[in-house]
């Protein structure tokens, strides 16, 4: 029984398709470098738009008869993980399958995942920068 919230499900669907691709695709021989690669892709789908999706979908409603303001924001999200850490799992699961395979490929794997990362938490800070500065009054 697959759990999914939102568009969450679409995570699990790409992981399919894309591995239903490199099996058609692939030799026998690849078949592991297949599955990593199959990783990588929804890795970054489920990144890319599971950070999107959950960040665009926030609505502040005002409660009428307490004045509390209350958050609605609707979770895009597969057995209860959201989609952009699903990107992670997938990256992670992908490079211990290349490390099985050539220690070459996993480190050039860990590489480029560690760059990735490091360029998120640089967008991450500067974006929290952002939200601290008040806006200017008129």
Known sequence: ????????????????VTLFLSIWYL?????????????????????IFGKKWNKQNKRIVTDNKTGQKLIIKRNHSLFWIPMQYWGIIFSIVGIIILYQNSIIASIVALAIWSVWVIIEIRNKSTDDLQQETPPNEV
């Open 1 to 16: 029984m697959i759990v999914w919230s939102g568009r969450g499900i679409l995570t699990a669907l790409v992981f399919i």
């Open 27 to 47: 030799p026998e021989s690849l078949s592991d470098y297949g599955f990593a690669t199959t990783c990588f892709i929804s890795a970054a789908f489920s990144w």
